[in-house]
């Protein structure tokens, strides 16, 4: 989502290219280098390495926890960190935050009034999604009302659909007479999303997990104009800038009130407000344009079978069970000439 927005830049051009674990090579011909790193599909990648590459290199940030955007990678291996936060306020000259950019959305929205309010809210069947809040709080505010939660199966998060089944027959067994849940699995585009988060009456996420990173969920949710009542979680800090969270508003205020909030949130989040914030970044930067031999750079691979992973691994353990936080760690040995790797609490 972040390449369909920094392609359209108006101070320089890119090229796209993939990297894996068996093929870690890139032109070594670029003043710019743009990674999209994140600990779960390019955690092989041993971002020290990244310096053998000429000209400024930077990474994209998603999972981020509040101020805090090194939680999964090293502050010291890349030039600038496109932060997807926009409520990130850390002073750091290489920290640049960035709206979640929303997918460019052209098709129709359905804006029928329901007389029988339809409360929608939707997410994978993980931990901490806060479904039965969302019931919870119907059922105090409406007398008549349609919940739609749609929690589709995942291959990763939920491979044997149990825990989806199960938060389906919670949901039901809470409701009140009058209050009608129904419960889907499917599996949608994100146009087709968007469409079914333009018929509900109100979008709503009351989450109440503790984990790094924004909610996605919400982005379709804001591309459908329809209102929206979140919860007063770290998960949607971004969003509570514009909105007050439930339950200091409430689901009745949010039909009324968070319209008009909703379509100024899709406004400032478009992908052209986010190239041009990338583009006052590369002015930052400032950037030299110079002529590099032709040739190419390997970039190193982590050996998670070492002696030094191992320790690192060990040595994380034991500080995630002193701190009791998904915080992170630096390790400076001064008898080293290198930093050892950041690696989040969490292995």
């Known amino acids: 989502m972040v390449y369909d927005c920094i392609k359209h830049s108006n101070k320089i051009s890119f090229d796209y290219t993939e990297i894996s674990q068996e093929n870690p090579s890139l032109p070594a011909r670029y003043d710019l280098y743009v990674f999209n790193y994140h600990f779960s599909t390019t955690g092989w990648l041993d971002t020290r ?32 960190y496109c932060v997807l936060d926009p409520s990130m ?34 997410g994978f069947a993980t931990k901490g999604k806060g479904f039965e809040h969302v019931v919870q709080a119907v059922n105090n505010e409406f007398d008549e009302a349609i919940i739609r939660i749609n929690i589709p199966h995942g291959t990763y998060t939920d491979p044997s659909h149990q825990y989806a089944i199960e938060l389906a027959a919670q949901c039901k067994s809470i409701a009140k007479s009058g209050i009608e849940v129904k419960v889907t699995h499917d599996f949608m585009s994100k146009e087709e999303l968007i469409y079914w988060c ?6 709503c996420f009351l989450y109440d997990r503790n984990m790094p990173g924004l909610a996605a969920t919400t982005d379709q949710a804001i591309t459908s ?37 909703v379509k100024k949130i899709k406004q400032d989040w478009a992908t052209e407000s986010f190239t041009s914030l990338f583009d006052a970044m590369i002015e930052k930067l400032n950037i ?34 002193y701190y009791k936080s998904s915080v992170y760690a630096a390790f400076h040995l001064k008898n080293y000439k290198e930093n050892l790797q950041w690696l989040p609490l969490s292995v």
């Open 49 to 80: 390495s990244v310096k053998l590459l000429p000209g400024i290199k930077g990474t994209i940030v998603l999972e981020i926890l509040p101020n805090d955007p090194f939680v999964y990678c090293s502050p010291f291996d890349f030039d600038f």
């Open 89 to 122: 306020t850390l002073k750091h000259k290489k920290v640049f935050p960035f709206p979640r950019p929303l997918d460019h959305y052209s098709g129709p929205l359905s804006k029928k009034d329901n007389v029988i309010p339809i409360i929608g809210s939707f």
């Open 198 to 203: 333009s018929e509900n009456t109100l979008n």
């Open 225 to 261: 104009e329809r209102p929206l009542a979140v919860s007063d979680n770290a998960t949607f800090r971004h969003i509570t800038k514009y909105i007050q969270p439930y339950p200091s508003i409430s689901l009745k205020e949010s039909i009324t009130q968070t319209e008009e909030i």
């Open 288 to 321: 030299k344009t110079s002529a590099y031999p032709e040739g190419s750079v390997t970039l190193n691979t982590r050996n998670r079978k070492s002696l030094r992973y191992k320790i690192e691994k060990r040595i994380i353990k034991l500080l995630r069970f």
